[in-house]
Nanobody, 123 residues
Framework: QVQLVESGGGLVQAGGSLRLSCAAS????????MGWFRQAPGKERTFVAA????????RYADSVKGRFTISRDNPKNTMYLQMNSLKPEDTAVYYC????????????????WGQGTQVTVSS
């Protein structure tokens, strides 16, 4: 199966921007639907955005619509999350995930996960 590694997290002030990357290796990246999730301390892992294997279907959580943009570059085996107008409540560990059968909003639907990257937004 595919292996995933996130990068691009860091500390940013409110209103700033970050771009997260999710690099895939192993199986054919373009066969997988991909998602971004986040988990704040003491809270459950929640859906952020998802993109189908060809990029034709995209979904966002209401909390990030208009601020975050998900994209993928299949020849580069990489998915991205451009995060603009960041808010303190966006602070979390961000995870990318892959699944071959569905473009879903539930973490349980994904069977491959990266290790996560920390995003901290200061007020």
């Amino acid at each position: 199966q595919v292996q995933l590694v996130e990068s691009g997290g860091g500390l940013v002030q409110a209103g700033g921007s970050l771009r997260l990357s999710c690099a895939a290796s192993g199986r054919t990246f373009s066969n997988y639907n991909m998602g971004w999730f986040r988990q704040a301390p003491g809270k459950e892992r929640t859906f952020v955005a998802a993109i189908s294997w060809r990029g034709r279907t995209i979904r966002y959580a209401d909390s990030v619509k208009g601020r975050f943009t998900i994209s993928r570059d299949n020849p580069k085996n990489t998915m991205y999350l451009q995060m603009n107008s960041l808010k303190p409540e966006d602070t979390a560990v961000y995870y990318c995930a892959a699944d071959r059968t569905t473009i879903a909003t539930m973490p349980s639907a994904y069977d491959v996960w990266g290790q996560g990257t920390q995003v901290t937004v200061s007020s």
